[in-house]
């Protein structure tokens, strides 16, 4: 049931072209494929027989070389289709039977809201038909799809379109054709109603390119945010990779149910609809920027994963790591680099860390795996982007670019590894990175722990770091990696001392990077004039945790002076972490550290700093990284140690608070940049912090904020902070209200659904199963089931750790109940209770518990088998 990279074997055939013809019907679908199938030159097998992979297909005929064979000829496994003995070379024709409009787990070919649209990354392809579904094999697809001219007016494939025309009873067809060999599962088919938006772009090389994109009618004025991104992104990779657009038409589809974010089909991207449409009075700032990195990132795939793709899906993170990566570059460029690095690195420290230090804990590419679609993982997209950073860092970006060129050149047209992507980056460079190969083969996440000395006579600043990787399942034992550490070093005076080493005889430079590459190391700095604060690991140089005692002054005065405003922002996470952590389990009247209110005074009212920064500084960390540091976390706890910091910093700076508020008012029309980006952001995070004290005059201006808002930025921020609040009446009037002028349009009932399921106000257990029976709510819908279950158990952290164990129960029924309809959201929901270990005794065994009564239903699917077993195990 295991499947190892160890086991890897090249195909045994090849699929030169694919032609499919599909007959879409209302109560299901026949698919008839034609393979040209040769023997591999390159495998080492004798005469193998010929296995397909196939799932939940009725097989109506196969017939080799035009003549039909019978059933003695071939073997139906269900799973695999397998014919004993064939020639070198011959066509295979079969034709199945499918039916989309039962098909919940939305694999391959399903129905949504009334259209045909098909997801196929992993082994989706195999739902569809009997196929090699490897990413290895690649083919030229043909795809001819007939349906109800009515019905479905518009019949989408990948490539160029290249025949139509009308067929009896109403019905009509449509061709296409993609030029280039691909894998797969980056095979797509969309047919509906849709209306189409259209626009154009000219390639560097003078080339127009069609842009298309096809929503539900009602989603018609939804689109343009959507596609000045795609411009925008077609635009910078050109610029910044050189990468120009391959065929002559860009295709977006907006789906309403879909398992994931998006999908980057050869030609056809298909997305969910909740990260494609935007209007400034439904969609908020995070969402604006949520959807162009999206957007972005499955463009950007045209190269980094369709062009060159992966050999297997161990190399998954090749095409997912280099591409957040630039994605992450793109929306840096776009916006603001730290606010971009701050986000991401929140998500990395908050999430994959956790990931990297529980149970399901792999390395970027993994050994092993169960079910692969529970591995598109923070590891491999998050933790993989900030490897390929890494390599950027050492190598620098002209070499980096020279060394992506000579990628891209190499391997077009080929299914590859990371281990080629990064011998590329070696030969364009003439860095030797073996060691740094590790980072993909060893999981966990490195600690680097970090301790100074300063020799006051010799003027020397002497740093020690030692860096150390815990075991993981099935690791121990690691070797050290190789790690770049930015730093620098604060005179006294706030001013970046020269970084001289003794080696150094030129200039020497206020920020360096440093390389580890042993267990221990010590640097020496000389002509340091007086003790220096440290400044480490700048703009989050490597994916590892730093361990220093800093002291609140050092913290406070590198939140004032560090130039790096990555950095700034870090130590201020940190001054405020160690605030809290002090707190837990203290007495409710223990004493808060007057300098950190006094540090959030300056922040609020200072306008000259980077507003945009100012408004993540204030965000206290979260909930969940506060749980990701501690050692055996009591969630309630770090609940109300939490509050009561934002309680103390929210009455001492009331009257701050208010007049930022005004000071942020909006006074041009609405735009998406990044300084009223900021404006808002202040605005509502002055708002949260008023009625969280019960502040009357915070109370009128959330009303009426809610009421006059022209944006949904503001509109949310309103509601949220009166669903969290105590003003019961208005949070009532405020929900209904909400909920009656915006019940038609789904992708804001989501975020209703979610604000209150997130607020430990509104979304107690009893709330929750309200939700679930609101007419509005729906098991079928991936974006519903995670709008209420998962921000209940991932974000209202409170109310899921209720100690009596309710909220663990709660989520077990639910993953059990999805676990049939819909198996690959069933597993991510498990992820909560797969953290079991990290909770105080209490909490861990119900947590333990409630993973074994998911153990132990009855036909449970590979997808929660692996995450429910592993972590049990592990
Ligand atoms: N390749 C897609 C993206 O990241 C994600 C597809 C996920 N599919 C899955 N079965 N998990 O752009
Ligand atoms: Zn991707």
Known sequence: QTIYLSDYKVPAYLVDTVDLRFELFEDGARVHSTLAIRRNPDSQESAPPLELDGDSLVLESVALDGTALSESDYENRGEQLVIRSVPERFSLSVVTWIEPQNNTRLEGLYKSSGMFCTQCEAEGFRCITFFPDRPDVMARFRTRIEADQKAYPVLLSNGNDVDRGELDDGRHFMTWEDPFPKPCYLFALVAGDLVEKRDTFTTCSGRDIDLRMYVEPRNAEKCDHAMDSLKRSMRWDEEVYGREYDLDIFMIVAVDDFNMGAMENKGLNIFNSSCVLASQETATDMAFQRIEAIVAHEYFHNWSGNRVTCRDWFQLSLKEGFTVFRDSQFSADMGSPTVKRIEDVTLLRTAQFAEDGGPMAHPVRPASYMEISNFYTLTIYEKGAEVVRMIHTLLGPELFRKGSDLYFQRHDGQAV????????MEDASGRDLSQFRLWYEQAGTPMLTVSDEFDEGQGVYRLTIEQTIPDTPGQTNKKPQHIPFALGLLGSDGQPLPLRLASDEAEAPTERVLELTEGVHTFEFHDIPSEPVPSLLRHFSAPVRVRYPWTREQL?????????????????????????????????????????????????????????????????????????????????????????????????????????????????????????????????????????????EGRALAVRQLNEADNMTDRMGALRALVNSDYEADRRQALDDFYDRFRDDPQVVEQWFSVQAASDRAGQLSDIEQLLAHPAFDWKNPNKIRSVIGSFAGQNLAAFHNPDGSGYRFLADQVCRLDDSNPQIAARLVTPLTRWRKFAPAYSSQMQSALERIRDKDGLSRDVYEVVHKSLAG
Not at 417 to 424: C, E, H, I, K, Y
Not at 583 to 596: E, H, N, Q, V, Y
Not at 665 to 687: D, F, H, K, M
Request: net charge negative.
């Open 556 to 696: 406070l005065f590198l939140m004032n002076h560090d130039p790096d405003g990555f950095n700034r922002w870090d130590a201020g996470q940190r001054l405020a972490v160690d605030v809290i952590q002090r707190l837990i389990g203290s007495p409710d009247d223990a004493a808060i550290d007057p300098r950190l209110v006094e540090a959030y005074r300056k922040l609020i009212t200072d306008t000259d700093l980077d507003q945009a920064l100012v408004a993540k500084m204030l965000q206290l960390p979260s909930e969940a990284y506060l749980i990701e540091l501690a050692e055996s976390a009591d969630v309630p706890a770090i609940h109300r140690a939490r509050e009561r910091v934002l309680e103390h910093l929210a009455e001492a700076l009331r009257d701050d608070l208010v007049a930022c508020y005004q000071r942020q008012q909006e006074t041009g029309p609405y735009e998406v940049t990044p300084a009223a980006i900021a404006r808002r952001s202040l605005r509502n995070t002055a708002l949260g912090w008023l009625l969280m004290i019960n502040d009357d």
């Open 417 to 424: 590894t990371t281990d080629d992507f990064v011998r590329a």
